[in-house]
């Protein structure tokens, strides 16, 4: 990992992009992810949204995300946002051209790295889906094989024990960049 890469990480979090590789769903077949569908934008039920309900995302602000309910770390662990043209959009029926999901290290408690791997990996096991790690520009496959996510995540939980900071807690919730 570069210097700028490895500052891009610890300041801003990770990202995976998952990529359709057939037909696109829309703004109603990804709503599914919470169990049920939208009353005014029903699911095309060519995608299996419902299938990663387990995972705990929720509707935030005009994105989803798995909620935080723990004392330590955000308000939300794992971010998705819909992508059109590469583009993060909001406001969006769709379709969707891909997926990204974000996680940021230093604003969750170590353990949630599991979540951020299972959440990847139970999207590429449920959907038509390439799967990209933006960081390295890294086609991880399909089964995702996550080693250098890992490794690259446990690096900056590493720097910022080493400036004395547990990610997660009040004090990594305080930095401001």
């Known amino acids: 990992m ?3 890469q490895l500052e891009e990480v610890i300041y801003h979090g990770f ?3 998952l990529s359709f590789l057939y037909e696109k769903p829309t703004f109603g077949d990804l709503f599914m992810i919470r169990g049920f ?6 699911p095309t039920d060519r995608f299996n949204f419902a299938a990663l309900e387990n995972l705990g995302f929720d509707q935030v602000d005009d994105y989803f995300g798995i909620p935080n309910h723990e004392e330590d770390g955000g308000d939300v662990k794992v971010w998705l946002s819909p992508l059109v043209n590469d583009q993060s959009v909001y406001h969006h029926h769709g379709p969707f051209d891909g997926l990204e999901l974000s996680y940021c290290a230093r604003r969750n408690p170590p353990h ?4 951020f791997l299972e959440v990847i990996s139970e999207f590429a096991q449920r959907l038509p889906v390439d799967v990209l790690y ?5 086609d991880l496959g399909n089964p995702p094989n996550l080693a250098s996510v890992r490794k690259d995540i446990e690096h900056v939980i590493a720097y910022w024990r080493a400036q004395d900071i547990e990610p997660g807690s009040s004090a990594a919730m305080r930095l401001t960049f």
């Open 2 to 4: 570069t210097e700028q």
């Open 15 to 17: 990202n995976i992009r």
């Open 37 to 42: 569908d939208h009353p005014l934008f029903p």
């Open 112 to 115: 949630n790295t599991r979540l």
């Open 134 to 138: 933006t960081l390295r520009n890294q």
